[in-house]
Nanobody
């Protein structure tokens, strides 16, 4: 069973930075894509950023130029570097991955809280 384990959330002031990491229980080459979603209270879960195995990363317009996906093939991790955080970035962030051999298999991490507040 594939597991995704997130780390790195916390409380940060506006304008600050955080890095979230998602560690897969196996090789990340087993995935077509890996990325991050977030869900704020009372809102639907939304895509933040996704990295495809065959292309460039994609970012939500709201995080472009502030967030960066970083892939580490040796550590089997995909990290999300978040800079210039704003209160509207407050949410639970979830790691997500789609299995290459069967795209119907979508995996989620347990979620990590990011709170941006002064």
């Amino acid at each position: 069973q594939v597991q995704l384990v997130e780390s790195g959330g916390g409380l940060v002031q506006p304008g600050g930075s955080l890095r979230l990491s998602c560690a897969a229980s196996g090789s990340i080459f087993m995935f077509n894509s890996m990325g991050w979603f977030r869900q704020a209270p009372g809102k639907q879960r939304e895509l933040v950023a996704v990295l495809f195995s065959t292309g460039s990363p994609k970012y939500a317009d709201s995080v472009k130029d502030r967030f960066t996906l970083i892939r580490d093939n040796f550590k089997n991790t995909v990290s999300l570097q978040m800079n210039n955080l704003q209160p509207e970035d407050t949410a639970v962030y979830y790691c997500n991955a789609e299995q290459r051999s069967d795209p119907r298999n979508i995996y989620w991490g347990q979620g990590t809280q990011v709170t941006v507040s002064s």
